[in-house]
C-alpha cells in the first residue's frame, strides 16, 4: 500500500506560479511511477503530467507542456507539479497517483493507477 498526500494548492491569479507537492508513505515511494491528475466537476478526471520510477522519463498534456514541470525526490517520497503561467482553465482539484509497477516507464490513463490521493484543489483568477 502506498498512502499519498497532495499540498500547495490555492488560489491564484493568472500567470501566476504554484509548486504542488505529494508526499508518499508506507511501500517503497521509488518503485512506483507517478503522475498527477485533474478534475472538474462535471468532468472526467484528466491526465495532466507523469513521471517514471527514476525521474528519468516524464509525459505532459499537451496544453500544460510548456508551463508545468513534474518532478520527484526519492530521498524524500515525494513528488513535485511546479507549475508556471496558470490559466483559469486549469482551475480544477489535482490528485497525484501512483502506479503498482517496476516498469521504468510512464503511464497516462487513469485506470493504470493504483493508489490516489485526496487532492488539492487550484484556482485561478482571471
Known amino acids: 500500500q502506498v498512502q499519498l498526500v497532495e499540498s500547495g494548492g490555492g488560489l491564484v491569479q493568472a500567470g501566476d506560479s504554484l509548486r504542488l507537492s505529494c508526499a508518499a508513505s508506507?511501500?517503497?515511494?521509488?518503485?512506483?511511477?507517478m503522475g498527477w491528475f485533474r478534475q472538474v466537476p462535471g468532468r472526467e478526471r484528466e491526465f495532466v503530467a507523469a513521471i517514471s520510477r527514476n525521474g528519468g522519463t516524464t509525459e505532459y498534456l499537451d496544453s500544460v507542456k510548456d508551463r508545468f514541470t513534474i518532478s520527484r525526490d526519492n530521498a524524500k517520497n515525494t513528488m513535485y507539479l511546479q507549475m508556471n503561467s496558470l490559466k483559469p482553465e486549469d482551475t480544477a482539484l489535482y490528485y497525484c497517483?501512483?502506479?503498482?509497477?517496476?516498469?521504468?516507464?510512464?503511464?497516462?490513463?487513469?485506470?493504470?493507477?493504483?493508489?490516489w490521493g485526496q487532492g488539492t484543489q487550484v484556482t485561478v483568477s482571471s
Open positions: 497517483a501512483a502506479v503498482d509497477s517496476t516498469r521504468y516507464t510512464t503511464f497516462t490513463r487513469s485506470s493504470d493507477y493504483d493508489y
Open positions: 508506507g511501500r517503497t515511494f521509488r518503485s512506483n511511477p
